[in-house]
């Protein structure tokens, strides 16, 4: 593929970019993508249709301009539009959110705080089982070394995120050598590579693919409702079992949580985020733990 293309995509109403871009960076993963906070830009590559390719993201107050590959960039400004949710009105979220008085002074701060999604949702549950039980730091030093170990090299010292064939493919003990992953987190990953590599598709109905993962050895309710709320479009998740998350509203308990977020129904997924964006994302620390 030769010669790149751009595209404007404008935020439909509000949109906060600082909060945004903080929250990549927190999440960022060395040699996957890079997070410049104070310039707006993104960068990573990414596999497209037609192959792979690197795309570049400016994101600001009033949306994102994508620049990739010109052969892929009307499926590279899908794929970064649906990452922004750039499209949501958020309206009736403000108007749902803004009756809790927890709530409230952050829907009026961040007016146009916005649900961050995935751009591959295998490489988010591979990236949330390295995840489960270590710190975001620790997390990132997994998610990285996986990428060096088992990654396709790309463009700009960035390679692409090992599909689940690859990894399916790597026996464990390689998988724990090149990574230094424990035997029980080296089995859940690959377990999860298996399974969709067999066939499990994380854009199936999200009821199935809640079962279908809850199924597999060492994937628990955090693993499934983190990956709910960031890769598979559900816009009522709320992970409970979050740490940073029971820090912010004071609780101990997922029970505790749950009824404590029941009036942010159907759009937990939102207050979710403005809490982690408050505590976390600008403050320095590390909510998806």
Do not use: K
Not at 140 to 156: E, F, H, I, M, N
């Amino acid at each position: 593929m030769t010669g790149r293309a751009l595209s404007r995509l404008a935020a439909n109403g509000p949109f906060a970019a600082h909060a945004a871009l903080a929250a990549m960076a927190v999440h960022a993963v060395p040699g996957l993508e890079r997070v410049d906070v104070g310039a707006g830009l993104v960068e990573r590559m990414l596999c497209f249709s037609h192959g792979p390719g690197l795309v570049r993201m400016q994101v600001s107050d009033s949306g994102v301009t994508v620049e990739a590959p010109a052969a892929v960039l009307p499926e590279a400004a899908a794929r970064v539009r649906r990452y922004f949710d750039l499209e949501t009105d958020l309206g009736q979220v403000r108007a749902v959110l803004a009756r809790d008085p927890l709530l409230a002074p952050l829907v009026a701060h961040r007016p146009g705080l916005r649900v961050l999604g995935s751009f591959d949702p295998f490489e988010s549950a591979a990236c949330i089982v390295l995840g489960q039980q270590v710190s975001l730091a620790a997390a990132r030093t997994l998610q990285s070394r996986l990428v060096a170990a088992l990654g396709t090299p790309g463009c700009d010292g960035l390679s692409l995120f090992p599909g689940p064939r690859r990894i399916a493919a790597c026996p464990e003990p390689e998988l724990r050598a090149a990574i230094g992953l424990t035997r029980s987190r080296a089995r859940t990953l690959h377990g999860l590579a298996e399974a969709c590599a067999a066939g499990l598709r994380l854009d199936a109905p999200l009821s199935e693919v809640r079962a279908a993962l809850l199924n597999l050895w060492g994937v628990g309710p955090w693993t499934v409702d983190f990956l709910s709320l960031r890769a598979l479009g559900d816009r009522d998740a709320c992970p409970a079992g979050d740490l940073v998350l029971r820090r912010a509203l004071g609780m101990t308990t997922s029970r505790d949580v749950l009824a404590r977020a029941a009036g942010w129904s159907p759009v937990r997924a939102y207050a979710v985020f403005h809490l982690w964006t408050e505590i976390g994302y600008e403050a320095g620390d590390t909510p998806g733990r």
